[in-house]
């Protein structure tokens, strides 16, 4: 398969979250990123829009009974990428991790 979009990480955030993580749920990661990458059209279940922050998407990976979230932004085919190091939905926390991130 050829790969349609590029990833770019943003600073470090992805890779300290990223090894932190076991590896069958590291497996699936790059399973679902590899799916961004090479797919025409990314299935729903793995990516939509965030509500209230234009541009901003969410890459949700479920493993066993949690879910780990990537967040990104495209631009020119290129997503860059950068993630949260928690597993579960909480609105609050995700704004003052999004505002810490984005300084």
């Not at 470090?12 to 990223?18: A, H, S």
């Not at 699936?28 to 793995?46: C, E, G, Q």
């Not at 965030?50 to 009974?65: A, D, N, P, Q, V």
Request: proline share 2%.
């Amino acid at each position: 398969m050829e790969k349609s979009r590029q990833l770019i990480y943003f600073k470090d955030y992805y890779w300290d979250f990223f090894n932190k993580l076991e590896e069958k749920v590291k497996d699936k990661i790059d399973y679902v990123l590899f799916l961004v990458t090479v797919a025409d059209r990314i299935p729903k279940k793995f990516f939509e829009p965030m509500t209230g922050y234009e541009g901003l998407f969410e890459i949700r990976i479920e493993f066993e009974s949690n879910i780990y979230r990537i967040f990104c932004c495209l631009t020119k085919e290129i997503w860059s990428c950068f993630s949260m190091d928690f597993k579960r939905k909480h609105k609050r926390r995700l704004k003052t991790k999004l505002r810490k991130q984005c300084e």
